[in-house]
């Protein structure tokens, strides 16, 4: 059986720190793209970094680029989204989620992130609150 399970949330003062992770098992991360998503109360689900199985490339929406770091770390089978410099507006939902059509997470061409309606399996959520 395929879960995924993420770890790692809480409450931080802005200017903070978080490191998450995804711990999968039923399932090799290794060989497919892995996604950190967030959702923050009212708001659309929004993809914030990916990782490629092919090359090792990654993804970060421009809201988190400079901040968040994501890794892998294979012989865990675990993926981690290292956050710094938390601001409230990071407050969310976070979800990992594994994409099974892709080994690379975005598009060469265009360089944007394979859309969220392409994973096909996600975690239950961890959530991060960033305030004072």
């Known amino acids: 059986q395929v879960q995924f399970v993420e770890s790692g949330g809480g409450l931080v003062q802005p200017g903070g720190s978080l490191r998450l992770s995804c711990a999968a098992s039923?399932?090799?991360?290794?060989?497919?793209?892995i996604g950190w998503f967030r959702q923050a109360p009212g708001k659309e689900r929004e993809g914030v970094s990916c990782?490629?199985?092919?090359?090792?490339?990654?993804y970060y929406a421009d809201s988190v680029k400079g901040r968040f770091t994501i890794s892998r770390d294979n012989a865990k089978n675990t993926v981690y989204l290292q956050m710094n410099s938390l601001k409230p507006e990071d407050t969310a939902v976070y979800y990992c989620?594994?994409?099974?059509?892709?080994?690379?997470?975005?598009?060469?061409?265009?360089?944007?992130?394979?859309?969220?309606?392409?994973?096909?399996?996600w975690g239950k959520g961890t959530q991060v609150t960033v305030s004072s």
């Open positions: 989620a594994a994409n099974l059509m892709r080994t690379r997470c975005f598009n060469v061409g265009t360089l944007e992130p394979a859309p969220s309606y392409e994973y096909d399996y």
């Open positions: 039923g399932f090799t991360l290794n060989y497919y793209a």
């Open positions: 990782t490629s199985s092919s090359d090792g490339s990654t």
